[in-house]
């Protein structure tokens, strides 16, 4: 076989593995369902009993189906989704955030050094306008969990490097603490926005400046007064 027709038949495969994946999360192939048999599938699609096999292999291996000799092919009940690792956080305990957020001055401070260096114009827009955006939110009353993640991951986009993003977008609901915790928010907590609008705007101000250092230390200063907050929390 040619690679050329090799990638074919793996594209063919994949497409009927997608259209398969898509049939049974919809429902038309419920759990304890059985798929059409071989030659119906062929014709449905119009590729070989090799293609067919393949994909079903394919759904076998991710937990989907299971083949039953001489019964046909069943629909499993769907695999549970892993509890990923940075979800499972106990945020009864405020120690847990504040490991979050230890963990958090690593990667963003670094985050912050390389936006100073590689912002566009545009990205250096996105960090400002969420900064401003917090302020705004506050002080029309309304929350400002959106605003505050909203900063963070534009720092983290002008990194020009796509996985500290990702990395932020993990952590889910631990990104923004008050929100795990249920702390109050900018309507109840002026005092507590405006201190923290006044950190993001420091750390835009020196990524504008294209001052690595500063940004970094921002950034830093930023995320060790928030531990200091929840630290505050604990004691009252």
């Given amino acids: 076989m040619t690679e050329g027709a090799g ?60 083949p039953r000799q001489g019964a046909g092919v069943f629909v499993l009940d769907p695999p549970k989704e892993a509890e990923r690792p940075f979800h ?7 120690s847990s955030v504040i490991e979050m957020l230890e963990l958090r001055v690593a990667v963003e401070m670094e985050a912050a050094a390389l936006a100073a260096q590689r912002r566009s114009p545009q990205q250096e827009e996105a960090i400002f306008d969420a900064a401003a955006a917090l302020s705004r939110m506050a002080a029309e009353g309304r929350p400002t969990k959106a605003a505050d993640l909203a900063f963070h991951l534009a720092v983290a986009d002008a990194t020009s490097n796509p996985r500290f993003r990702e990395f932020l977008e993990i952590l889910g609901v631990s990104m923004i603490p008050r929100a795990a915790l249920r702390l109050a928010d900018g309507g109840s907590a002026p005092d507590y926005i405006d201190r923290l609008a006044e950190e993001h705007m420091q750390i835009a101000r020196a990524i504008s400046a294209g001052d690595s250092d500063t940004a970094r230390s ?10 200091d907050r929840y630290r505050d929390y604990i004691r009252q």
Wanted: hydrophobic fraction near 40%.
């Fill in 7 to 66: 990638s074919r038949r793996r594209n063919l495969v994949q497409g009927v593995i997608e259209s398969l994946r898509h049939d049974i999360e919809e429902g038309r192939f419920p759990p304890g369902g059985k798929l059409p048999s071989e030659m119906r599938l062929t014709e449905r699609f119009e590729v070989s009993r090799t293609v067919v096999r393949e994909a079903i292999a394919g759904l076998k291996a991710d937990g989907l189906v299971a």
């Fill in 88 to 94: 499972i956080a106990d945020y009864d305990r405020i």
């Fill in 218 to 227: 921002a950034m830093q200063a930023h995320l060790r007064n928030s531990m």
